[in-house]
Nanobody, 124 residues
Framework: QVQLVESGGGLVQAGGSLRLSCAAS????????MAWFRQAPGKEREFVAG???????SYGDSVKGRFTISRDNAKNTVWLQMNGLKPEDTAVYYC??????????????????WGHGTQVTVSS
């Protein structure tokens, strides 16, 4: 009942920046907790950042201090600003939602809806 579509991925050099967006549609009245995950080939899907309905944020250890998550509920959009990118940030980035809306989580099983993913590639 909630559809998520990511955009903004691309190829960037180490030290550069990208801004990902996640557009939500469908039944968005549930006030979902939103998050970004990423998955590199052969690796587990990893929590990147999460944000509550009212804007409280949390980050994975590997991105803390470099990435910033934000949202505009009126626009049904979530962003991930990525600064100081490193080659190890290379992955497919997924937007995810917990529905109905609930508190913060970084466990894969807690998220009901997922976007299709957008590729981020960081080169030296």
């Amino acid at each position: 009942q909630v559809q998520l579509v990511e955009s903004g991925g691309g190829l960037v050099q180490a030290g550069g920046s990208l801004r990902l967006s996640c557009a939500a549609s469908g039944r968005t009245f549930s006030r979902p907790f939103m998050a970004w995950f990423r998955q590199a080939p052969g690796k587990e899907r990893e929590f990147v950042a999460g944000i509550t309905w009212i804007g409280g944020s949390s980050y994975g250890d590997s991105v803390k201090g470099r990435f910033t998550i934000s949202r505009d509920n009126a626009k049904n959009t979530v962003w991930l600003q990525m600064n100081g990118l490193k080659p190890e940030d290379t992955a497919v980035y997924y937007c995810a939602a917990r529905t109905p809306g609930s508190g913060p989580s970084r466990a894969l099983a807690d998220f009901t809806f997922w976007g299709h993913g957008t590729q981020v590639t960081v080169s030296s």
